[in-house]
């Protein structure tokens, strides 16, 4: 047997894809949407060697594969036939074909890291932190667009921009927030600072934000310096835990119960509602699970050892309970997953757009873990097999007065802001953002 034709037996022939390999075989139809190319032996002992996706990204990521076509569109076909991991016969298959040299470990990618030390400890998180946000600004730039906005963006209508979902996106959380001039907010895991100028510059708050990648708050700072903000905007390069200062009108989290951890999220919310004054709101943006049974974390999966190491995450039930729990009332919930599909297919044209600076900035290996998880994250948001994305408003009240109004009113009139004749669009000059 080929190696095409073993590619075929383990996809059982049903992608619809074309197969080619380094031994000059191809099995598929001439009119495939995509071809997989397996370029080296051991991108067939990577597949073979781990389960899952592990395996598949490993080939990617060190060239040993490549996809000709639409990327998306190959994971979209792929998935339908199994999760990655190469069925026993298929091994077998191999190995006649092969041959011993099959069974030889493949060493993982100089890209593949392993994070030691106590999960979650505070030198931990820093660590994986760093190993995701302390990349390259002009990485991020390239792939984020001019918001640095590192979230899933809010699209107001079908022909926005990127950029103008980031920022309905900050407007909306400022909304829900119900934030006036003078409040003060604390934006945790405050990523480039998009967040924190939005509402310092258009909403007349004081603004604190913290983040735990040193490169995101200088490029935060700067900001705010261009911005003119700094008398009511301030970044921190400081783990949230660490914040001294309470009775915050307002807490915003975008993209940063991720990295927290189930275990943890208990004493998450109870530590962000210490740091509310009573009526004071927290909106909480993060990507779910869509239930509680499928795993909080795939450890030793490609985006634990690629993307984000020790990143977690639950069903919306259980953070929500976790949030009440620590004596939050919830006020409102709302779910993106379409809204994330978009984001992160604007996020992988700017990448493709951008190819050779991003190669340039970071090395052709991280630049293909990036194409492969953008690629297969907006697959997972569309399909919703694994992906959600859920906004949750809550709110510390006091003797059961939780200033709030009878209806939810940020979907009507946006308020007046400060600097109201900015246009919408400026944020792009002048704002960073956030996290995944």
Known sequence: MRIAELFDLVTQGSTGLAFEAYDGSRVGPLDAPATVEVRSPRAVRYLSQASNDLGLARAYV???????????????RLWEVGDGTVPWRARVAALRTIGPRLLRPAPAPPEEVRPRGRRHSKRRDATAVSHHYDLSNRFYRCLLGPTMAYTCAVYPHAEATLEEAQCEKFDLVCRKLGLRPGMRLLDVGCGWGGMVVHAARRYGVEALGVTLSGEQAEWGRREIEKARLSDRA???HLDYRDVPERDFDAISSIGLTEHIGRAQMPAYFTFLRSRLRPRGRLLNHCITRPDNVYPSFEHGGF???????????SGPGRMISAMTDAGFELRHEENFREHYART???????LEAHWQEAVHEVGEGRARVWRLYLAGSQVSFERRDALE????????TEGGD???????DWEGTRVARPNAAASDAEPAQAAGASRL
Do not use: T
């Not at 992160?344 to 700017?350: C, P, R, S, V």
């Not at 994305?389 to 510390?396: K, S």
């Open 389 to 396: 994305l859920h906004q949750v408003l809550g709110v510390r």
């Open 303 to 313: 985006i634990d050892r690629y993307v984000f190491p020790d990143g977690e995450l």
């Open 344 to 350: 992160l297919a604007a996020w992988l044209g700017n």
């Open 234 to 236: 301030e970044i921190r």
């Open 62 to 76: 060190s060239g040993g594969l490549e996809v000709r076509g639409e990327l998306c569109e190959a994971l979209r």
């Open 402 to 408: 939780a200033g709030m109004p009878l209806r939810n």
